[in-house]
């Protein structure tokens, strides 16, 4: 493989991370909001069977996909942790804290 080879399939690789980056805010924006109408319409705004759902959805579609399932779930774990933060009036960028597992045990935002 040339450098000139090597250089172009990192500038292709820089291009494709804009994508998943802004489908993570995207995302994020729209588990807020949902939080945001449950509120409204006097349901929980947290429901932690339904991001178990939607965790399990995810990691369906990634193994029809042909994805990393344990990937998948973490990410859409993570995403709904940030979302989970926001409502509560934090906000924490970077990885876990030392107590902070990532896993589904606290409760989160709903997400439809």
């Keep these: 493989m040339s450098d000139e080879r090597l250089e172009e399939l990192r500038v292709k690789i820089r291009a494709v991370d804009c994508e998943p980056v802004a489908l993570?805010?995207?995302r994020k924006d729209l588990v807020i909001e949902i939080g945001e109408a449950n509120e409204a319409l006097g349901l929980p705004v947290l429901d932690p069977p339904q991001e178990a759902k939607v965790v399990r959805r995810a990691a369906e579609l990634a193994r029809e996909l042909g994805v990393d399932e344990e990937l998948t779930r973490d990410v859409i774990?993570?995403?709904i942790a940030s979302a989970r933060d926001t409502?509560?009036?934090?906000?924490?960028?970077?990885?876990?804290?030392?107590?902070d597992s990532g896993a589904p045990s606290a409760p989160g935002a709903d997400e439809g």
Excluded at 87 to 99: A, D, S, V, Y
């Design 24 to 26: 993570i805010g995207r």
């Design 77 to 79: 774990w993570r995403i």
């Design 87 to 99: 409502q509560e009036g934090r906000t924490r960028w970077g990885p876990p804290l030392p107590h």
